[in-house]
């Protein structure tokens, strides 16, 4: 082997439900993250029971235990970016929102509201907590239009709507805003903007309806990206590539909704030559 050097990663922590069917939530995150080689740590806020048909069930974890996880990882290894995604209740937001507000390392907030199947993952007081406390300590917060009319009550009709969403969510606190406009007629647009620059996202739309996980795995791109020292647009930009691959190749389970391909880049480099 001879001498090799062990460099040890950045490191990307997620706070987020786990997805017992691997597509979404913890374990999405952790497959994004090893694919953009960085190193996957993860706090568990709740647990859900789900599969490719729906959300069948799911439990937060007590307030307590989600401390002593954060706490146990940002006080011994640390973390270069971090990434939150489904935190249930007002009480996990708001101590999410009190540790990460108190550590110096950009915030990427995915306002988990509503799940592909119209499961809702948030209960309604918790909306008031995203909005008052965890969306002022964000770096970057990715709603889709959805979450948006949630967050602001801003509906967004078409694409000379996507700003005045990204402001309504800007008052709100968070130094960057990514609105999601995948639910649009037409070819989807993404629109980033910090209130002054402004960076649009053109993809073209794949006829594949195994998109679970794609919230998920786009915040955690970025994170990713963000923990390896890019600048915002350009995390963005390199993340969104990332994700309309793996939607393109996003593959059947079960019955339902099937993921996205986090693991398509590593498939299509090891797939036998035709």
Known sequence: MGDMTVVT??????????????????????????????????????????????????????????????DSVLGDIGAQAVKTGMLASPALVELVAE????????????????????DTLLVPEAVESLKTRLLPVATLVTPNLWEVEQLTSVKVEDEDGLRRAADA?????????LIKGGHLPGDPVDLLTDGTAEYRFRAERHDNRHTHGTGCTLASAIASHLAQGEEMPVAVA???EYVTGAIARGFPLGGGIGPVDHAWEWRARSAPAR
Not at 11 to 20: E, I, K, P
């Open 169 to 177: 969510i800007l008052e709100l606190g968070p130094t960057w805003a």
């Open 9 to 70: 990663p950045p490191r990307v922590l997620t706070v987020a439900g786990s997805d017992s069917g691997g597509g979404a939530g913890i374990q999405a995150d952790l497959k994004t993250m090893l694919a953009h080689g960085v190193h996957g740590m993860s706090v568990i806020a709740a647990v859900t029971a789900q599969n490719s048909l729906g959300v069948q069930g799911y439990w937060e974890l007590p307030p307590e235990a989600v401390r002593a996880q954060l």
């Open 99 to 118: 540790v990460l507000g108190a550590y110096d390392a950009p915030t990427v907030v995915d306002p988990v509201g509503v799940s592909k199947h119209g």
């Open 238 to 240: 390199k993340a969104k």
